[in-house]
Structure formats: structure tokens, C-alpha cells
């Protein structure tokens, strides 16, 4: 299965769901909150 066809419209939330890295897959060891914005939507929600 790919999903390259759905990274060009897909919100950084989605794109980091379908495994797209904003810095080249650095960011798994130790991510910054551009590599996780779905960490950062939680907390700004309050749910994390």
C-alpha cells in the first residue's frame, strides 16, 4: 500500500499519521514538536 498520493493534501497532523517526517526521518529519536503536531494538538487540547 502506498500514500504518497494523499501527502499533498493531507493537514501536518494526517502527514505525520501516514509516516512523512518534516526533517527526513530525524526526528524519531528525539522529535521536536515540528516532527509531532499531533503531541502538540493534544496538549494544546488539554488531553495529553
Known amino acids: 500500500m502506498t500514500v504518497a ?4 493534501t493531507a493537514d ?3 502527514r505525520q499519521l501516514l509516516g ?3 526533517n527526513g ?3 524519531y529519536t ?3 514538536d515540528e ?4 503531541k502538540v494538538w ?3 487540547h488539554q488531553l495529553a
Open 42 to 44: 493534544l496538549e494544546q
Open 12 to 14: 501536518p497532523i494526517r
Open 25 to 27: 526521518g530525524f526526528g
Open 35 to 38: 516532527d509531532v503536531p499531533l
Open 5 to 8: 498520493h494523499y501527502m499533498d
Open 20 to 22: 512523512a517526517s518534516p
Open 30 to 32: 528525539s522529535p521536536a
